[in-house]
């Protein structure tokens, strides 16, 4: 799932789902929609809201950072912890099984938009459906293997939220 959008609507509730706890956040958003949590995860995945269904996942975002002071859960140092856990594991087992699902998800995920673009794959809900698992995947693969750009959002976040100095 691409969460560039929604991180910028929505920080917490991205970070959430990027991360160990995206069940808190899907069931978040389907309660704020009125929806099952399955159809708040289609509907967060397709990106295609209308300005009320925004206002609600607003709604939701505020309901899941309170959620989370009151249980005493910072999301995104949790990512950061499974991130961490994934990457010592990996490097204490030497198993060469991450680096080649890595591989495939990258050249059926680039294959396909190739595909795509040339003409030889035909557009499909299917299809759009493997693009969008399989971009999500790949968003997975580059947070595991460099680092997620999450605390330099929030950098900028802090910056323009910032008061200038006058010298």
Do not use: C
Request: glycine content about 10%; aromatic content about 6%; proline content about 4%.
């Amino acid at each position: 799932m691409n969460l560039s959008w929604l991180a910028q609507l929505a920080p917490t509730v991205a970070t959430a789902l990027g991360g160990p706890l995206a069940g808190m956040a899907v069931e978040a958003v389907g309660k704020a929609l009125g929806v099952p949590p399955d159809d708040a995860k289609k509907l967060l995945e397709s990106g295609k809201m209308t300005s009320d269904q925004i206002t609600l996942i607003k709604q939701a975002e505020i309901a899941l950072q309170a959620q989370a002071q009151e249980l005493g859960l910072n999301f995104e140092k949790l990512a950061v912890q499974d991130r961490a856990s994934a990457r010592s594991m990996q490097s204490e087992t030497r198993s060469w099984i991450p680096g080649v699902m890595a591989l495939v998800v990258t050249a059926g995920f680039f294959g396909i938009l190739i595909g795509l673009m040339s003409g030889k794959v035909t557009a499909g809900a299917e299809i759009e459906i493997m693009l969008g698992s399989l971009g999500t995947a790949w968003t997975g693969i580059i947070g595991f293997y460099f680092g997620s750009s999450a605390s330099s959002q929030k950098k900028d976040e802090l910056i323009h939220q910032s008061t200038p100095v006058n010298s």
